[in-house]
């Protein structure tokens, strides 16, 4: 055994000892696997509903404001970290699999109860990685809770609120993988972002807008300026503000429309190749290999990473204790902030920041004077726009290749999969290995096109803005999630109508 998969076979007897949610023994029913989903769900929002205990809501600064929809959490709730810790857990193991670092072969049932065992203890270990640095720097406990048991005391019950919140979502996202349908990374994410998209799109709350009030959703704020404004002062503001003016302008519902209807097409876009039963004659079926093959993880992690990004830059910043390192501390070509804000102003983490709607980088270059933010010009928004396109383009294609290496979607775990079902290519020998040459010719060019797909429609609704501050990520993760649920109840119904299914989706 190799040195470095002997070494994560010590520390799995310790993870092991971690709570876990028991896998079925058997098949479990559809109905039963909806209800676990449900289930999960509502406690998911109820989770987002309550607040850490103690926390000073009136000084606390979300860091992951920007990235909000992706981490699928909410502020000052016990859901702060989101899925944060999970995902980079993820990231940290898939690339050092799929860099040969850590030698484990995940087709091997051993290997992969150790590489799921192990994540574990990496998500207890990114947990506290996470919540550290935000309790000490931007969550404080309220002054009660400081008079009862010292700022320490109260920083620490924070923090112990931020671990037991997150670890819960962990083990609820066993449980929609476990005994549910799909994953519970991803109706987590499409929970949170369908709940911005509707209330972007159907808030009639009244906002301040400065000079006027108007309702905060796109629709009731369109009904509004028309039976509202006259036709002079329409055309003097009411048009500018309404198509592109905060919050939630119509050109942002119009970008998130076309969004869903692209993606909605490209999921439906595959190459589906013949396929023949090898003792049943007469019995053909089809494998599909998607154009967004790589599905919408390359985006999630991709994102994530920035998310990362952004955080350190601003404890780099801003925190009292980091932003006194020499070179890196208080460095505004790292990244500048702004007292209150959580986005980046300046520096590199700008350059990295994902733009919000065309108001920030379109009408500046445009218009410099009126849209202009002081700092910086014209050719600089589009060396950021360039650089966040380009960055999120070339990352979801690097994640893309690692995840389908990681997950079993590669050429040859494909042809073992279809070899094992008892299907064959027509006019091809029933051997693995010729059908991994034939899949060779699609599987490697697809996975690049998915990544680079997936990271530049990403990349461009958040240029064109989305409505509820959903950004572009969520909106398209949230389409493809939900496009892919329909497809797993899809599975889930035909494996339970017809149970030879079974062997050949994977099911128990």
Same mark, same amino acid.
């Given at each position: 055994?190799?040195?470095?998969?002997?070494?994560?076979?010590?520390?799995?007897?310790?993870?092991?000892?971690?709570?876990?949610?028991?896998?079925?023994?058997?098949?479990?029913?559809?109905?039963?696997? /909806?209800?676990?989903?449900?289930?999960?769900?509502?406690?998911?929002?109820?989770?987002?509903?309550?607040?850490?205990?103690?926390?000073?809501?009136?000084?606390?600064?979300?860091?992951?404001?920007?990235?909000?929809?992706?981490?699928?959490?909410?502020s000052g709730s016990l859901l702060q970290l989101g899925i944060g810790p999970i995902v980079t857990a993820s990231?940290?193991?898939?690339?050092?699999?799929?860099?040969?670092?850590?030698?484990?072969?995940?087709?091997?049932?051993?290997?992969?109860?150790?590489?799921?065992?192990?994540?574990?203890?990496?998500?207890?270990?990114?947990?506290?990685?996470?919540?550290?640095?935000?309790?000490?720097?931007?969550?404080?406990?309220?002054?009660?809770?400081?008079?009862?048991?010292?700022?320490?005391?109260?920083?620490?019950?924070?923090?112990?609120?931020?671990?037991?919140?997150?670890?819960?979502?962990?083990?609820?996202?066993?449980?929609?993988?476990?005994?549910?349908?799909?994953?519970?990374?991803?109706?987590?994410?499409?929970?949170?972002?369908?709940?911005?998209?509707?209330?972007?799109?159907?808030?009639?709350? /009244?906002?301040?807008?400065?000079?006027?009030?108007?309702?905060?959703?796109?629709?009731?704020? *369109?009904?509004?300026?028309?039976?509202?404004?006259?036709?002079?002062?329409?055309?003097?503001?009411?048009?500018?503000?309404?198509?592109?003016?905060?919050?939630?302008?119509?050109?942002?519902?119009?970008?998130?429309?076309?969004?869903?209807?692209?993606? *909605?097409?490209?999921?439906?876009?595959?190459?589906?190749?013949?396929?023949?039963?090898?003792?049943?004659?007469?019995?053909?079926?089809?494998?599909?290999?998607?154009?967004?093959?790589?599905?919408?993880?390359?985006?999630?992690?991709?994102?994530?990473?920035?998310?990362?990004?952004?955080?350190?830059?601003?404890?780099?910043?801003?925190?009292?204790?980091?932003?006194?390192?020499?070179?890196?501390?208080?460095?505004?070509?790292?990244?500048?902030?702004?007292?209150?804000?959580?986005?980046?102003?300046?520096?590199?983490?700008?350059?990295?920041?994902?733009?919000?709607?065309?108001?920030?980088?379109?009408?500046?270059?445009?218009?410099?004077?009126?849209?202009?933010?002081?700092?910086?010009?014209?050719?600089?928004?589009?060396?950021?726009?360039?650089?966040?396109?380009?960055?999120?383009?070339?990352?979801?294609?690097?994640?893309?290749?690692?995840?389908?290496?990681?997950?079993?979607?590669?050429?040859?775990?494909?042809?073992?999969?279809?070899?094992?079902?008892?299907?064959?290519?027509?006019?091809?020998?029933?051997?693995?290995?010729?059908?991994?040459?034939?899949?060779?010719?699609?599987?490697?060019?697809?996975?690049?096109?998915?990544?680079?797909?997936?990271?530049?429609?990403?990349?461009?609704?958040?240029?064109?803005?989305?409505?509820?501050?959903?950004?572009?990520?969520?909106?398209?993760?949230?389409?493809?999630?939900?496009?892919?649920?329909?497809?797993?109840?899809?599975?889930?119904? /035909?494996?339970?109508?017809?149970?030879?299914?079974?062997?050949?989706?994977?099911?128990?």
């Amino acid at each position: 055994m190799e040195e470095t998969q002997s070494l994560l076979y010590k520390i799995k007897p310790l993870s092991d000892r971690l709570p876990s949610v028991k896998r079925p023994e058997g098949h479990v029913h559809f109905r039963t696997k /909806m209800m676990w989903v449900i289930v999960v769900l509502v406690l998911y929002f109820v989770m987002t509903n309550v607040y850490l205990y103690g926390l000073d809501r009136s000084t606390m600064l979300d860091i992951f404001a920007q990235y909000r929809t992706i981490m699928a959490g909410a502020s000052g709730s016990l859901l702060q970290l989101g899925i944060g810790p999970i995902v980079t857990a993820s990231i940290i193991m898939q690339l050092f699999v799929g860099a040969k670092i850590i030698k484990l072969d995940l087709t091997k049932r051993d290997d992969k109860a150790c590489y799921q065992s192990v994540l574990k203890l990496l998500v207890i270990v990114m947990i506290v990685f996470e919540a550290i640095p935000q309790v000490a720097g931007y969550l404080s406990p309220s002054a009660g809770l400081t008079g009862a048991v010292g700022d320490i005391g109260g920083r620490l019950i924070l923090i112990l609120q931020l671990f037991v919140g997150s670890y819960i979502i962990f083990m609820m996202d066993e449980v929609v993988s476990k005994w549910g349908i799909g994953s519970g990374i991803s109706l987590f994410i499409a929970a949170g972002v369908a709940q911005q998209l509707f209330t972007g799109t159907f808030n009639w709350e /009244m906002v301040d807008m400065g000079s006027m009030e108007v309702p905060g959703g796109t629709i009731p704020r *369109a009904i509004y300026y028309v039976f509202t404004l006259s036709p002079a002062e329409m055309s003097s503001y009411g048009y500018e503000s309404l198509f592109l003016g905060s919050p939630n302008p119509v050109i942002a519902l119009v970008g998130t429309i076309v969004i869903f209807f692209v993606v *909605a097409y490209l999921e439906s876009t595959r190459i589906e190749l013949p396929l023949s039963h090898g003792n049943a004659r007469g019995a053909r079926g089809r494998y599909p290999i998607k154009l967004l093959y790589a599905s919408n993880i390359p985006v999630i992690l991709m994102s994530a990473l920035l998310a990362i990004v952004s955080m350190v830059a601003l404890l780099l910043y801003s925190n009292n204790f980091l932003s006194g390192i020499p070179l890196i501390g208080h460095n505004g070509a790292i990244g500048y902030f702004v007292d209150g804000s959580t986005t980046a102003a300046g520096g590199l983490a700008w350059y990295l920041s994902a733009p919000t709607g065309l108001v920030s980088w379109l009408m500046p270059i445009i218009d410099p004077a009126t849209y202009g933010d002081g700092i910086h010009g014209p050719l600089q928004h589009l060396a950021h726009v360039a650089v966040y396109f380009s960055v999120m383009v070339m990352g979801s294609i690097l994640f893309a290749k690692f995840w389908v290496e990681t997950t079993n979607l590669g050429p040859e775990a494909v042809a073992k999969q279809i070899q094992k079902s008892g299907m064959q290519m027509p006019g091809f020998r029933r051997d693995p290995r010729v059908l991994k040459r034939v899949l060779e010719r699609y599987i490697p060019t697809i996975t690049i096109m998915s990544g680079a797909i997936v990271g530049a429609l990403a990349a461009f609704a958040d240029m064109v803005g989305t409505t509820g501050n959903a950004s572009g990520t969520g909106v398209l993760l949230t389409v493809g999630i939900i496009i892919h649920f329909y497809e797993a109840m899809g599975r889930e119904q /035909m494996m339970e109508m017809n149970p030879m299914m079974r062997g050949f989706f994977g099911g128990e």
